[in-house]
C-alpha cells in the first residue's frame, strides 16, 4: 500500500502562486506515474497533470499550461505542483494520485487509472 499526503494548499489572490507537495509514504515506496486532479464545488473531478516515474514525461492540461509545473523527486517519494498566476477557476480541492503498475512513459488522465489518492488540499483563488 502507498499513503499520498498533499500539503501546500490554502488561500491566494488571483495572480499570486502556491506550491503543493505530495508525500508518498508506506509499504510500496516510489510509486509510478503520478498526476494531479482536482475537483471544484459542484463539479466533476478533472486532470490536471500527470508525471512518468522517469520525470522525463509531462502532460498537461490546456487549462494549466504555461501556468503550472509538476516536477517529482523519488529520492523524497516526493511529486510537487508549482502554481503561478493563479485565476479564481482554479479554485478547487487538489488532490494526488498514483498508479502502482509501471507504464514507462504513458500518462493516463482517466481518474480510474490511479489506485492510490491522497485526501486533497484546498486551493482558493480570489480575485
Known amino acids: 500500500q502507498v499513503q499520498l499526503v498533499e500539503s501546500g494548499g490554502g488561500p491566494v489572490q488571483a495572480g499570486g502562486s502556491l506550491r503543493l507537495t505530495c508525500a508518498a509514504s508506506?509499504?510500496?515506496?516510489?510509486?509510478?506515474?503520478m498526476a494531479w486532479f482536482r475537483q471544484a464545488p459542484g463539479k466533476e473531478r478533472e486532470f490536471v497533470v500527470g508525471i512518468s516515474w522517469t520525470g522525463r514525461t509531462t502532460y498537461y492540461s490546456d487549462s494549466v499550461k504555461g501556468r503550472f509545473t509538476i516536477s517529482r523527486d523519488n529520492a523524497k517519494n516526493s511529486m510537487y505542483l508549482q502554481m503561478n498566476s493563479l485565476k479564481p477557476e482554479d479554485t478547487a480541492v487538489y488532490s494526488c494520485a498514483a498508479i502502482s503498475l509501471p507504464l514507462g512513459e504513458i500518462i493516463p488522465m482517466k481518474s480510474d487509472q490511479y489506485v492510490y489518492w491522497g485526501q486533497g488540499t484546498q486551493v482558493t483563488v480570489s480575485s
Open positions: 508506506g509499504r510500496t515506496v516510489n510509486p509510478q506515474t
